[in-house]
């Protein structure tokens, strides 16, 4: 078995043959109805605990979705009404679960929380997105990005605005699949420094470019994420907002990339904040192949995980 804790712990080859499964997968369901079971049933007889300790729409059901597609059972669970927190450890709730489930998907605060939870587990543990991290999403925009553009090795993805935990997959990414990477950003919102090391350290170009137009330049894929996230405080939306505003993704910035770069935003998006509506309804944005990818991405992750 396997846990999907982050990209940088997956190897490269892992990584791409779960984004080769999944196309395949989504190939084979070419126009079937959404809700109609897959040909192949890896997941019969299985159950999945899906846990959110934070709000989700794309995570919650194109989990919930995929699993069903594959024959198996879910059940969601939200943190408040576990036993989790309230002072049962993560250690103990880790094992208890894994004398009844098959699977364990947990999008929680900490990292410390994920990975206790990995440790103590004796069933695959899947990242469902932490403050740090948010792997799931990244193997669906790599997809993506694929599928419009083909391999996405060599290159160059622009970040424009928060240094957050999706950005951090990305620039893990970029290591893992061979692309380059840039942010742009205030520097007091700068990722961490070590998720950057990690893509050059694998050979990657990875640069922090404080000119947004700059940055773009030469730029496949420009990518954004909410300006405030859900494990930041709301007291800080102001600041982070004025900070921001000069990254936000427009046409103005679209068109200082190369003529076919694409847009991706993870979703959910605040029209014009972090992006306009004319880029995300315009004819470079993938955002709902994004999101459709989720699912199928998943269960690549989910089938690797179980070695089925
Ligand atoms: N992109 C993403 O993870 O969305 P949710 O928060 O809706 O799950
Ligand atoms: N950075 C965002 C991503 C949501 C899917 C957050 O953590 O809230």
């Not at 990209?7 to 084979?28: E, G, N, V, Y």
């Not at 098959?102 to 990975?115: H, K, N, P, Y």
């Not at 160059?156 to 935990?165: A, L, M, P």
């Amino acid at each position: 078995m396997n846990h999907f804790l982050d990209i940088d712990k997956t190897t490269p080859q892992d990584l791409r043959a779960m984004i080769d499964h999944a196309q395949s997968m989504k190939a084979a369901r070419n126009g079937r109805p959404k809700g109609s079971a897959d040909d192949e049933q890896p997941l019969k007889g299985r159950m999945v605990a899906l846990i959110f300790e934070k709000p989700s729409t794309r995570t919650r059901v194109s989990f919930d979705v995929g699993v069903r597609q594959m024959g198996g059972e879910t059940m969601v669970l939200s943190g408040a009404d576990m036993q989790l927190g309230h002072g049962e450890t993560i250690a103990d709730t880790a094992r208890v679960l894994s004398r009844y489930v098959d699977l364990i998907m947990i999008r929680t605060f900490e990292e410390a929380v994920l990975l206790e939870m990995a440790e103590h587990a004796t069933v695959p543990v899947i990242n469902g997105l932490t403050n740090r991290t948010h792997p799931c999403q990244i193997m669906a925009d790599v997809m993506t990005y694929e599928e419009h553009r083909g391999p996405i090795a060599g290159r160059k993805v622009v970040w424009s605005g928060d240094g957050n935990n999706v950005f951090a997959s990305w620039a893990q990414a970029a290591g893992q699949f061979g692309f380059d990477i840039a942010f742009t950003g205030p520097p007091t919102l700068d990722p961490e420094a070590a998720h950057l090391d990690f893509a050059r350290a694998k050979g990657s170009r990875a640069e922090i470019v404080r000119d947004p137009f700059q940055a773009v330049q030469g730029a496949d894929l420009i990518v954004t994420d909410t300006w405030v996230s859900m494990h930041d405080p709301q007291s800080a939306k102001e600041r982070r907002h004025n900070q921001l505003r000069p990254y936000q993704v427009n046409e103005r910035l679209m068109a200082a990339a190369k003529p076919d770069a694409l847009f991706m935003h993870c979703l959910p998006a605040h029209r014009e904040d972090e992006v306009t509506s004319a880029v995300m309804d315009g004819p470079q944005s993938v955002i709902f192949d994004e999101a459709e990818n989720r699912l199928h991405a998943q269960k690549a992750v989910i089938r690797w995980c179980l070695g089925v």
